[in-house]
């Protein structure tokens, strides 16, 4: 029998704040008026203490947001609610306050080098464009949310590599350098389900650098190459074919020359080769017949 723990995981809320306007008008002029009773009225100064400490009281709570920034307030270690609204806010001073980013961050991997579907060395790295959506999952719930996501992120393209062959893939499958867009939805897809526990939310996520391993990476170029030529190749000769054909429908539909088997064998060739040909033809005068 296994004990497992139930992890609880911490969701965003609303705190309960205060606009802090009032809160350093009042403080600012307590302060005032504190000070002119201790210069001017120096039989009030117990009552000046005391309006010192209810302004220092009223400015210790103040604190500032900047668009796209949050603060996560917390009551002696237990989390109270996140505040989102921008400019000069106010709480309790006994609360404490943690502010955080939710501006987009744009973040490029290492380059890493793994074994792609076929098991040939790779480097590869993406770019990934996140934001923190739970402001109380990315501070309570992993220790460092921005350590935290590079881990992921060289995680789940190990594990994308690994699923895709570079190129050349068999019965039609996607690959890494062919289908860049399937490769990086399901890499966004990969990754999303990582940094949810996290409150991370990804907005995009593509491959920025894909390349053969420096060891096989001279072998791999040539084998594109012969690839490249073979396939060139293939479509030359069907073009030939094709011409060929037409040329000899053509002739004797227009009952222009008759051929027997052997000559049209040999208008075969003639037509092949000069087609075919990397060179230009040289142009043979046959002043006798075919037979010699």
Excluded at 91 to 107: A, D, E, F
Excluded at 134 to 157: C, H
Excluded at 254 to 261: E, G, P, T
Aim: glycine residues 6%; hydrophobic residues 45%.
């Amino acid at each position: 029998m296994s004990n497992s723990m139930e992890i609880t995981r911490s969701k965003e809320r609303q705190a309960a704040t205060m606009g802090g306007g009032l809160a350093f008008l009042l403080g600012l002029l307590a302060l005032v008026f504190a000070v002119w009773l201790l210069v001017g009225l120096s039989n009030f100064e117990a009552i000046a203490i005391v309006i010192i400490v209810f302004a220092v009281f009223a400015l210790t709570g103040l604190y500032q947001l900047q668009p796209n920034e949050g603060a996560a307030i917390t009551l002696f270690g237990s989390y109270q609610g996140t505040d989102r609204k921008t400019g000069l806010r106010w709480i309790w001073p006994w609360y404490g306050k943690k502010k955080i980013s939710l501006r987009v961050r744009n973040v490029t991997s290492e380059q890493l080098k793994v074994n792609d579907k076929r098991g040939n060395p790779i480097e590869i790295a993406a770019n990934v464009v996140w934001r923190i959506s739970d402001t109380a999952q990315a501070l309570f719930d992993v220790d460092d949310y921005a350590s935290f996501v590079n881990i992921e992120i060289d995680t789940g393209l190990r594990d994308i590599a690994g699923h895709y062959a570079y190129d050349h893939a068999e019965d039609e499958e996607p690959t890494l350098r062919a289908d860049a867009q399937v490769v990086a939805d399901k890499l966004r897809t990969e990754l999303q389900a990582r940094l949810l526990l996290a409150g991370i939310e990804v907005d995009e996520a593509r491959i920025s650098h894909l390349a053969y391993a420096p060891e096989i990476a001279g072998a791999m170029l040539r084998r594109q190459q012969a690839e490249a030529i073979l396939s060139a190749r293939a479509k030359i000769v069907t073009g030939a074919v094709t011409m060929v054909e037409s040329a000899l429908n053509q002739l004797s539909e227009r009952k222009i020359v008759a051929l027997d088997d052997e000559r049209k064998a040999a208008m075969v060739s003639n037509l092949l080769v000069v087609l075919c040909a990397d060179r230009e033809a040289q142009p043979v005068l046959n002043t006798g017949t075919l037979h010699g």
